[in-house]
C-alpha cells in the first residue's frame, strides 16, 4: 500500500508539474517577449489566458484538498425496519450487492448511502463516487466533483489558449519572413526549445483532457457518475432498456444544477455542492416523472 500510495503522489505531482511547467515557460519564454510592450489588446489576451490558468490551479488544488465525502457514522436507509431483524443481520455478513436490498459495506461495515461505492484506493466509502483519480491522488465523489469539472473546463481553456498562442507567434514569425524589406529576428534558442516541448506536451495533453472533459459533461447532463454510466451500459447489455432508465435524471439545466450550483451565472465560480450526498432527488419526488425506478435507497 505505501509504494502505491508513494507513486499516487509522484502522479499527482508530475500532474501539478505539467500543469504550471506549460503556461509558466510559454509565457516567460514565448509570449511576454513577443508582445512586449504590452497594449490593451495582448493585455487582454494575457489577462484572460492567465485567469484561466489560475482557475485551474485553484480547482486542482480544491479537487486535492476536498474530501470527497464520507458516510456519515451509523447511517441507515429510511425504511430499514421493514426488512426485520434477520435481514439486517444477513446483510451485516455481506450480501453487499442484493438486487433490491440495502447495499451494505462489509469492509467499512456499514450500509452505503445511494450512489456510494467503496473506493479500494482510498480504502472507504464515498459518497456519490465519480472515479479514483490518481491525477489528483483523490477519489471524485460528492463533494468535489463540481471543481473536478471546472479544473477540466479551465485546463481546456488553458492548453487550448496556450496551442493557439503559439500558433499565433509563429505564424507571425513567417509574415515576418515574407515581407519585403524586412529581416525577421530569430527567435532564440531557449524559444525555439519551450515551443517544441510545449507543443508535444499540449497536443496529447490536450486532446485526452477535452475528450475526459466532453464525457464528464455528457454524464453531468444525465445526471450520471462514471460508475453509474458504465454500470447503465452493462445492464442495457445483460437487460432490457428499461433496466438502464436513469432515476435522477431531472432534465438537462437541473443535473447541471446539482453539480455546479443554481445559478448559471456562478456555473464557473467554486462553490460547495449541494445537499450532504446521503440523499438524492429523484424523477419519482417530482410530480408529473414516472415512479417505477425509485426505491428508498436508489
Ligand atoms: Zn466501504
Ligand atoms: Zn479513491
Known amino acids: 500500500m505505501g509504494a502505491i500510495e508513494g ?3 509522484l502522479l ?8 504550471v511547467f506549460i503556461p509558466l515557460t510559454s509565457q516567460v519564454f514565448v509570449f511576454l517577449p513577443w508582445l512586449r510592450p504590452v497594449t ?6 494575457l489577462f484572460v489566458f492567465n485567469g484561466c490558468v489560475g482557475m485551474l490551479i485553484l480547482n486542482y488544488y480544491l479537487c486535492v484538498t476536498t474530501d470527497p465525502g464520507r458516510v456519515a457514522p451509523g447511517w441507515e436507509p429510511e425504511g430499514l425496519g421493514q426488512f426485520g431483524e434477520l435481514e439486517a443481520t444477513s446483510l451485516t455478513n455481506g450480501g453487499e450487492t442484493i438486487t433490491g436490498l440495502p447495499r451494505y459495506c462489509r469492509i467499512c461495515n456499514g450500509f452505503k448511502p445511494p450512489r456510494t461505492h467503496h473506493c479500494k484506493r482510498c480504502g472507504r466509502c464515498i459518497l456519490r463516487m465519480d472515479h479514483h483519480c490518481q491525477w489528483l491522488n483523490n477519489c471524485i465523489g460528492h463533494h468535489n466533483h463540481g471543481h473536478f469539472i471546472r479544473f477540466l473546463i479551465f485546463t481546456v481553456l488553458s492548453c487550448g489558449m496556450c496551442m493557439v498562442m503559439i500558433f499565433a507567434r509563429l505564424l507571425d514569425l513567417v509574415r515576418e519572413a515574407f515581407k519585403e524589406g ?3 529576428e530569430p527567435l532564440g534558442l531557449v524559444p525555439v526549445l519551450f515551443i517544441a516541448v510545449n507543443m508535444c506536451l499540449l497536443v496529447p495533453l490536450t486532446s485526452i483532457l477535452a475528450m475526459l472533459l466532453s464525457q464528464q459533461l455528457r454524464n453531468m447532463y444525465r445526471n450520471l457518475t462514471t460508475i453509474e454510466y458504465l454500470e447503465k451500459i452493462d445492464a442495457s447489455f445483460a437487460y432490457d432498456e428499461s433496466f438502464a432508465a436513469d432515476p435522477y435524471d431531472l432534465g438537462c439545466l437541473e443535473n ?3 453539480i455546479l450550483g443554481d445559478s448559471p451565472m456562478l456555473w464557473l465560480i467554486p462553490q460547495r455542492m449541494k445537499g450532504d450526498g446521503h440523499v438524492f432527488i429523484c424523477k419519482g419526488d417530482i410530480e408529473g416523472f414516472a415512479s417505477d425506478h425509485k426505491r428508498p435507497w436508489e
Open 7 to 9: 507513486s499516487d503522489t
Open 40 to 45: 490593451v489588446n495582448s493585455g487582454l489576451v
Open 12 to 19: 499527482a505531482l508530475s500532474a501539478f508539474f505539467l500543469i
Open 182 to 184: 524586412t529581416k525577421p
Open 256 to 258: 447541471t444544477a446539482v
